[in-house]
Structure formats: C-alpha cells, structure tokens
C-alpha cells in the first residue's frame, strides 16, 4: 500500500473532510480577496486583456457595447478570474499542504519547491494563452473573411480570452501532478515512459478539445510544451526516487 493510501487509510472520513473543508474556505477567502483588488483595479486590466486585440488588429480594436448591464458583467468577470489568478500560490500551498500527509517525512521538504513551480507553471500557461490570442483573433478574423467588421462585444472577447488563459494554467499543471502521483506511489516513472505513445494521443485530443478559440496555433501552443513537460516529469521522477 501507497504511503498516500496509508495516510488515508489512518483518518477517519470526518476527519478528511475537515481538513479538506478547512483548507477549502481559506482559499476560497484568498480568491475572495484577490477578487475585490481587480475589481478595483479594473481599468488597468482591462487595458492589458485589451492588447493581443489591439496587437491583431491594430486599426480597429474597439469594444461594442449593446446592453447597460454588460459593463457591470465585464467587471464582475475580470474580477472573478483576477481572484483566482492573483490567489493562485496561496491556493496552490493549501492544495499541497492537503496531499502532503501521505508523504514520508523526507518527501514533505518538497513541499515549497512544488508551490513555486506550481506557480510558475500556471503563469507559463497564463503567458502562453496571452501571446497566442492575438493570432487567434487574426486567425479567427481571416477565417470570417475581410467583409465582416470587427465589432466585439467585450463580454464575449473576454469571456473566451480569460477561459483560455485559465485553461492554458491549468492544463499546464500537468508535469506538477504527475510528479506528485510519481512521489505518492500511484505510479511510476517507468510506467508513464511505458505509456509515452498513448499519453501523446491523449495530450493532442485534449489540446483540441480543451482549447477555447479552436485555432491551430493556439492547438500546438498547448500540445507541445504539454508533450516537453510529460518526459520532463518522467526524468524528474527519476531523480526524486534516487
């Protein structure tokens, strides 16, 4: 049995829900937070989320607005997403400090080197969705033809440009849970070089379903540093268990 399975095995299921719930509220209180400081700091935001439009179509990058409430919503959503961004290394820290106990005393020393590159890795995937989305517009214009006009709701603009971003992050977390499952027991280096050719199909499915504007660059945007960090994680494996 797994040392995680043994720590678990060792709380009762009040006791793992708590600690589960505990950890759940204090990050949801730090989204929270980070939310009301980008509400407040809105303009700034926006400006910056407004760029890779601008950098696209450098001649027309206006907002059309068509509906008095879409103002109020356009914030409300730069500052849900803002929240969970600026809070994402609290968030990350309670999210390991959850998994750490299944761990031997000497894998918890990792515990600060896994928050940080958690943070690093999600903000990779941040920076990553932010410079392809202004081929994604381009390419997205091209493909409606020159005589549409570019008039964009910036609901919608930013609704697809922040879910980008946020799944870019995420997905992005890859090598850091495959590393952790690596450290846990749950499976092994060897394994996952084993499943080299079934993992890559999966990670070229994913990044066609999971990527918002569907466009081929965006695509291999997230295949490739996707395809880099699963052999990247399979050496670090290797090296954590020596």
């Known amino acids: 049995m797994s040392n995680f399975r043994k720590a678990v095995a060792g709380m009762t299921l ?34 910056v989320l407004q760029d890779p439009y601008c950098r696209a179509l450098p001649r027309h990058c206006t907002f059309l607005v068509t509906n008095p409430l879409d103002g109020l919503t356009l914030r409300v959503k730069i500052a849900f997403f803002g929240g969970l961004f600026f809070s994402s290394p609290f968030v990350f820290w309670h999210a390991w400090r959850f998994i750490t106990p299944g761990l031997k005393s000497k894998e918890r020393r990792y ?41 964009y709701n910036p609901n919608q603009y930013l609704g697809l440009f922040l879910m980008m971003m946020f799944i ?57 540093p996707l395809t880099v960090f699963y052999f990247l994680s399979i050496g670090v494996g290797k090296l954590l268990h020596k």
């Open 111 to 151: 515990a600060v080197p896994f928050v940080a590159a958690s943070v690093v890795f999600f903000s990779g995937g941040v920076a990553v969705a932010y410079f392809s989305f202004g081929h994604a517009i381009a390419f997205l214009q091209s493909i409606g033809g020159k005589s549409l006009i570019s008039d």
């Open 14 to 47: 009040a006791e793992h829900l708590g600690e589960a719930r505990r950890r759940f509220l204090q990050s949801a209180a730090a989204v929270l937070v980070a939310g009301v400081v980008s509400f407040m700091i809105y303009p700034e935001i926006l400006r």
């Open 168 to 224: 870019f992050g995420i997905t992005f977390e890859f090598p850091i849970v495959l590393v952790a499952l690596e450290l846990a027991g749950v499976v092994t280096p060897r394994q996952l070089l084993r499943s080299w050719r079934y993992a890559l199909i999966a990670i070229t499915v994913a990044s066609a379903v999971f990527t918002p504007s569907g466009d081929p660059l965006s695509m291999l945007a997230l295949a490739t």
